[in-house]
């Protein structure tokens, strides 16, 4: 990805993504175990979002810029397609941990972030 075209609407959108449980992992199993659930996380979303890029913003946010046309055609199945690779536990220094994420997706850049709270308030929007 060279460039993102900025003057065609809809020839991109953008996912921000939040890991819900690193918090409790570094608090509980240690900060070696929390690198372990960035690292698989990383790894799940950008096998996910293949061709896309992923990114990761710090601590335990991402983004993803979507500009696949399956992907950008339905941002839903998109967002399900993290979740499903997100779903099997992943060992963290000898601790099995399910990676579990909140997304907000866009295709203006301030959505995405207004979005992700509100995807926090509705659990049923999470993988």
């Known amino acids: 990805m060279a460039s993102i075209r900025c003057d065609q609407p809809g020839a991109w959108a953008l996912f921000v993504l939040d890991l819900d449980n690193l918090k409790i992992v570094n608090d509980t199993f240690g900060h070696l175990a929390g690198d372990a659930l960035i690292r698989t996380a990383a790894d799940r979303i950008s096998r996910a979002m293949t061709p896309d ?3 990761r913003l710090g601590g335990d946010e991402f ?3 979507i500009q696949a046309a399956d992907a950008l055609a339905d941002l839903e199945a998109a967002a ?3 979740f499903r690779q997100l779903e099997p536990p992943a ?3 000898g601790h099995s ?3 579990r994420a909140t997304i907000g997706g866009a295709r203006r850049v301030r959505a995405a972030e207004a979005r992700l709270p ?3 308030r509705h659990p049923a ?3």
Do not use: S
């Open 53 to 55: 890029v992923t990114f």
């Open 63 to 65: 983004a993803v810029i």
């Open 80 to 82: 399900q397609r993290v």
């Open 91 to 93: 060992l963290c220094e």
């Open 97 to 99: 941990v399910t990676p």
């Open 118 to 120: 509100r995807a926090r």
């Open 125 to 127: 929007r999470r993988g």
